[in-house]
Every structure is written in structure tokens, then in C-alpha cells.
T-cell receptor, first 113, second 118 residues
């Protein structure tokens, strides 16, 4: 059974810092990996999707990398801003005909001004 | 594009009553819809997957007679929590996947429905 772990569970940084969120998964046979953002009491916003054949994806100040063989992904946030405060979820799609997503518990990020 | 709505956004009900939650894909046809449940500070847990016109497939441990799912059209799925109890209080989120169903499809998530059972 696929398990997804995110470290750290919570992170507090001052504005302007670069930071890294970590995600690991136990079964390397994945279709893709996604990073989501969830604001308190809200749904999910997809940030980046990395296909299993890719090594990284970039969008603005966000960069996500994927090392499928070691079962790891990182989300790098450059020059953090208070508006980045949210919970960041990592999810993997299983290597099957189903695009079922398995989620980690998330990293709660607080960026203080 | 790819907007998913849920209604209601929150609901409070008495123990023993049934609650229906709607999930709609507003600008695309969703051949597959997923229902997730999220407890405080926990991850999203998949409850069931439904394909339009077919019976839903439930994850292990999810009671299909308690959580009734109907996916009657390509833009609407409903989740009915029957005889709700306080332990059913949670955040319910749906997602929609459209077009050709492959592993490369992206799921588009609704804003969630918070259920509180008194």
C-alpha cells in the first residue's frame, strides 16, 4: 500500500526566506506526483504536477523536483511571502488504470511579515 | 476553466438525519468523480470513486450503505450521508476528472463541504 510522508509537519519562517518542503513515498511505481495548496477550510489548488518521466517542474517562485527511484520529491519556494502561508499537500497517482491519489498529511507553512 | 463547485459549503445537522452534498463540474464533463474526507490535521482520504452511470467503487472501510453516491450525469455527483452521527463530522471534498480517463488526467477539486453533526 502506497504511503506518503511529508516533513516537516509545520514550518514557520520570516518573509523573504527560501524554503524546502519534503515528500516521500513508499512505492516508486507512480504515474505522477502533485503538489497542492490548501488554505484553512478551503479546497485544494494544484500547484505543480510532475509526470513520472520528469525530474522537475517550475512555476514562478515554485520548483518541484522528483526522484522517483528514491521515492522523494521536494517543493522549493523562493523568496517566501506572507501570502504563501497555507498547508501544502503532496499526492501521488498510482501506476494503474485509476488516477487515484494518495495524499500526505501536509506541511503547514506560516510566513511572517 | 475546470471549475468545480460544492453545495452546501457547510452544514450543521442533528444526529440521525441524512445530509446530501452536491458536487458539480461547471465547465467540463467529468467522467469520473472522487469523494474524499479530511479530518482535522489529517490527510485527504479517498472514500469512493464514481463513473457516470455506474455504481461507485468504495475504498476499504467505507460503508457504502452509509455514504450513498450518485453520479447521474457528467456534471453532477451527490454524496448522501445517511443517519449521520457526530463521528461523521468532517470536511468532505470532491474532485472531478474529465476527458479520456488516463493516469495523466488532472483532478480538479471542489472547495469542500464542512459537516458538523450534533
Amino acid at each position: 500500500k502506497q504511503e506518503v510522508t511529508q516533513i516537516p509537519a509545520a514550518l514557520s519562517v520570516p518573509e523573504g526566506e527560501n524554503l524546502v518542503l519534503n515528500c516521500s513515498f513508499t512505492d516508486s511505481a507512480i504515474y505522477n506526483l502533485q503538489w497542492f495548496r490548501q488554505d484553512p477550510g478551503k479546497g485544494l489548488t494544484s500547484l505543480l504536477l510532475i509526470q513520472s518521466s520528469q525530474r522537475e517542474q517550475t512555476s514562478g517562485r515554485l520548483n518541484a523536483s522528483l526522484d522517483k527511484s528514491s521515492g522523494r520529491s521536494t517543493l522549493y519556494i523562493a523568496a517566501s511571502q506572507p501570502g504563501d502561508s497555507a498547508t501544502y499537500l503532496c499526492a501521488v497517482a498510482l501506476n494503474s488504470g485509476y488516477s487515484t491519489l494518495t495524499f500526505g498529511k501536509g506541511t503547514m507553512l506560516l510566513v511572517s511579515p | 476553466g475546470a471549475v468545480v463547485s460544492q453545495h452546501p459549503s457547510w452544514v450543521i445537522c442533528k444526529s440521525g438525519t441524512s445530509v446530501k452534498i452536491e458536487c458539480r463540474s461547471l465547465d467540463f464533463q467529468a467522467t469520473t468523480m472522487f469523494w474524499y474526507r479530511q479530518f482535522p490535521k489529517q490527510s485527504l482520504m479517498l472514500m469512493a470513486t464514481s463513473n457516470e452511470g455506474s455504481k461507485a467503487t468504495y475504498e476499504q472501510g467505507v460503508e457504502k450503505d452509509k455514504f450513498l453516491i450518485n453520479h447521474a450525469s457528467l456534471t453532477l455527483s451527490t454524496l448522501t450521508v445517511t443517519s449521520a452521527h457526530p463521528e461523521d463530522s468532517s470536511f468532505y471534498i470532491c474532485s472531478c476528472a474529465g476527458g479520456a480517463f488516463t493516469g495523466l488526467e488532472t483532478q480538479y477539486f471542489g472547495p469542500g463541504t464542512r459537516l458538523l453533526v450534533l
